[in-house]
Structures are given as structure tokens and as C-alpha cells.
């Protein structure tokens, strides 16, 4: 089955405590993505990845780091975490963004709460 | 910072009646897309436009991209309970920015 998987699907920890969300698609798509999602604020792209060794910052990568040396694995690092990274985040994975059609798949989200 | 303006943020109608959502921004894009999101889960594609002027359907959904590819527009004929859900538009800039830009969502519920 085509999919997007992240873990863990919850997450509470303290601030300042390093952690990893991992991401792992299986449709050998060229594109990653990480989101996060908060309440009035929509959707927002954390950084992304157009294929291995190739990342970009999205809108909002202040506190975040990632890495994609495997073209299935695009991890999201907190290397310190605080309060307002508290959110629900989203990987997502498409053949390409670029092309003129291209449909994105989403993981099933990983809310994080930072205390 | 390129914006995908979304309108209504909330909307509560009656089942039978129509809508239309809004997503407008002073950007070109090269593609947009108009996405689900149920409670709980990540959002799930409905539909891509990509040319100007664009008219998709999908049963009771109309999904048009605007001439100058700046904004989009989703309608719904007779509103069903099972449309009820958050509406996410997003807009891919192309021309060598790969970043998608997402709208805020709208959130629809339709009263039986």
C-alpha cells in the first residue's frame, strides 16, 4: 500500500529536550515535505526536499533542521525545543512540485507538545 | 511572502443548499490544488488545475482556476452531511520555487 508513514504520532516532552519526528514514504517519490499545522494558522511548510542531499527552507524553519540521505526518509529535527513548536506536524511526499500536475500524500500527522 | 487568501473561514449551511469557497492571492501559480482534511488525519487531494480558466468537476464539486491564475474558486451544489470537513487550497509557485503555499482552510459544516 502506497503510503506515508511518520512516528510517533503523539509526542510530549520538555523543553530544550533534543528530538526527531521521522518520515518514510514508499512511492519513491522525489519531493518531501514538512508542515505544521496550528489553529487560524493554516498549513505552513517547515522546509523541503526535492530529492536526496537537496533541502530547502519553507516558510517557518526557524528550530527545525532536516536531512534526506535516502530518498524514502525525510526526518525532522528539534534540536531544542520550546513551547511554540508546540503543533501538529505533517509530512507529505510527491512525485514533483514542479510539474504541471502532482498530487501530494500526507502522513497521518504527529502532535507535539512541548511543556 | 507570497499568501493564498481563503474566504469564508467558517461556513454552516443547510443541507441542500449551495457554497463556494474562495482562494485568492496576488501571486501566479503555476498549479493549485484543493484539498480535504478530516479530523484527525493529514489532507487528501480532491483536485489539481493547472491551466487558466480551468473547470473541473468531481460530482457535486466545481473546482475553476482563475484566467490570470491567481485565484480559485470551489463550489458545491446541494450540500450533503458528509461534505462536512476543512477545505485547504494550495498553490504551487513554479518558475524555479518549489515552496506550496497554503490557504487557512475553511471549515464547513452542513446541517441535516
Known amino acids: 500500500e502506497a503510503q506515508v508513514t511518520q512516528n510517533p504520532r503523539y509526542l510530549i516532552t520538555v523543553t530544550g529536550k533534543k528530538l526527531t519526528v521521522t518520515c518514510s514514504q514508499n512511492?519513491?517519490?522525489?519531493?518531501m515535505s514538512w508542515y505544521r499545522q496550528d489553529p487560524g494558522l493554516g498549513l505552513r511548510q517547515i522546509y523541503y526536499?526535492?530529492?536526496?542531499?537537496?533541502?530547502d527552507k519553507g516558510d517557518v524553519p526557524e528550530g527545525y533542521k532536516v536531512s534526506r540521505k535516502e530518498k524514502r526518509n525525510f526526518p525532522l529535527i528539534l534540536e531544542s525545543p520550546s513551547p511554540n513548536q508546540t503543533s501538529l506536524y505533517f509530512c507529505?511526499?510527491?512525485?514533483?512540485?514542479?510539474?504541471?500536475?502532482?498530487?501530494?500524500?500526507f502522513g497521518p500527522g504527529t502532535r507535539l507538545t512541548v511543556t | 511572502t507570497q499568501l493564498l487568501e481563503q474566504s469564508p473561514q467558517f461556513l454552516s449551511i443547510q443541507e441542500g443548499e449551495n457554497l463556494t469557497v474562495y482562494c485568492n492571492s496576488s501571486?501566479?501559480?503555476?498549479?493549485l490544488q484543493w484539498y480535504r482534511q478530516e479530523p484527525g488525519e493529514g489532507p487528501v487531494l480532491l483536485v489539481t488545475?493547472?491551466?487558466?480558466?480551468e473547470v473541473k468537476k468531481l460530482k457535486r464539486l466545481t473546482f475553476q482556476f482563475g484566467d490570470a491564475r491567481k485565484d480559485s474558486s470551489l463550489h458545491i451544489t446541494a450540500a450533503q452531511p458528509g461534505d462536512t470537513g476543512l477545505y485547504l487550497c494550495?498553490?504551487?509557485?513554479?518558475?524555479?520555487?518549489?515552496?506550496?503555499?497554503f490557504g487557512k482552510g475553511t471549515r464547513l459544516h452542513i446541517l441535516p
Open positions: 488545475v493547472v491551466t487558466g480558466g
Open positions: 507529505a511526499s510527491s512525485p514533483s512540485p514542479v510539474s504541471s500536475y502532482y498530487e501530494q500524500y
Open positions: 494550495a498553490g504551487a509557485l513554479g518558475e524555479g520555487d518549489d515552496k506550496i503555499i
Open positions: 526536499s526535492m530529492n536526496v542531499e537537496v533541502t
Open positions: 501571486s501566479v501559480f503555476s498549479s
Open positions: 512511492m519513491n517519490h522525489e519531493y
